[in-house]
């Protein structure tokens, strides 16, 4: 079992930054495959990146350049480094895990899931 706890959230203006941590429990962090997706009210839930164990990264085009996913195995937490922020970028940014993925952006794949956190960026 893996609980995840996502903070980090907030308002922020066009252009400026955030980053998002996602505190995970257990003992085999190191173990998992971790991601970030996010929720636009009345949208479905997309991928924004995703890193496997081996510190290999994923992410979708519309946050490629601006995002940064990053991972601390001796913390156990995962990150999400923002900037360049748009106003489409908000949304209810969830952490999720997976022990094994076959498809690194379907939410499917990914068993385990924090509760959200809001990014609100205002024009």
């Known amino acids: 079992q893996v609980q995840l706890v996502e903070s980090g959230g907030g308002l922020v203006q066009t252009g400026g930054s955030l980053r998002l941590s996602c505190a995970a429990s257990g003992r085999t962090f190191s173990n998992y495959v971790m991601g970030w997706f996010r929720q636009a009210p009345g949208k479905e839930r997309d991928f924004v990146a995703s890193?496997?164990?081996?510190?290999?990264?994923y992410y979708a085009n519309s946050v490629k350049g601006r995002f940064t996913i990053s991972r601390d195995n001796a913390k156990n937490t995962v990150y999400l480094q923002m900037n360049s922020l748009k106003p489409e970028d908000t949304a209810v940014y969830y952490c999720?895990?997976?022990?094994?993925?076959?498809?690194?952006?379907?939410?499917?794949?990914?068993?385990?899931w924090g509760q959200g956190t809001q990014v609100t960026v205002s024009s």
């Open positions: 890193i496997h164990w081996s510190r290999m990264t």
């Open positions: 999720a895990a997976a022990l094994t993925v076959r498809t690194f952006d379907s939410d499917v794949e990914y068993g385990y």
